[in-house]
């Protein structure tokens, strides 16, 4: 397990609207989600889920075992003890640029340099953070598929979405699962709270 401080993973290109109609959910205001699978002996129990700007090219999905997940990314109090993230940003890479869409999303590695392939993309990383500094321990990933069944918007509408097969370097294990992720505009690829939730790790260690 390696031990590195925040790199944002990649900058957001926004763009107009609420990202689609959609009828609000209902049930309760917050997010959910359930995973099978282990990353290097930890597991994640979720107790909220939620996603970024829905007019973007780029959204975040954060799911965790801590509650009140969108104030404390918006915050700059550390809940302590041990937290469980797994973050992920999904790409729409397609030839025709624009915001996310419901599809599935292949894993690519972001931050390997060159151009990326048109698509549907994700990259992201398996966090246990230790501070709101983006201080912790991570897990990149090395494959599986992200599917979007819903798209999100800011008025009520959850993004559902289904992780397949994701697994980690160093072959230390994978998680498969669903989440049903609330709308907050805090869940950014940098957020104030837990910024290792979407970390890169630096050249040289």
């Known amino acids: 397990m390696k031990r590195w401080t925040l790199l944002c993973l990649l900058a957001c290109a926004c763009g107009g609207g609420d990202g689609g109609n959609g009828t609000p959910d209902s049930g309760t205001p917050h997010g959910s989600g359930s995973f099978i699978g282990t990353v290097n002996g930890h597991s994640l129990t979720v107790k909220d889920a939620v996603f970024g700007d ?7 999905v954060v799911a965790a075992d801590q509650s009140n997940l969108c104030t404390l990314l918006g915050g ?14 999904i790409v729409n890479a397609s030839t025709t640029p624009g915001p996310v869409v419901a599809g599935t999303y ?8 060159g151009a990326l392939p048109a698509g549907l993309l994700w990259d992201g990383a398996f966090a246990l953070p230790t501070d709101c500094d983006g201080n912790g321990e991570a897990w990149l990933p090395s494959g599986g598929t992200v599917t979007v069944t819903q798209m999100g918007t800011t008025t009520g509408t959850h993004l559902k ?3 397949t097969n994701l697994t980690f370097d160093g ?4 998680l498969s699962g669903s989440v049903e992720a609330t709308y907050c505009p805090a869940a950014t ?17």
């Open 54 to 60: 829905p007019s973007s090219s780029l959204v975040a």
């Open 76 to 89: 700059n109090t550390f809940p302590g003890g041990t937290v469980t993230v797994l973050g992920v940003a």
């Open 106 to 113: 292949n894993w690519f590695d972001l931050q390997g340099g």
């Open 161 to 163: 979405a289904t992780y």
């Open 171 to 174: 072959g230390v294990g994978g």
């Open 189 to 205: 690829i940098a957020p104030s709270c837990g910024r290792l939730l979407l970390a890169r790790p630096p050249a040289s260690e």
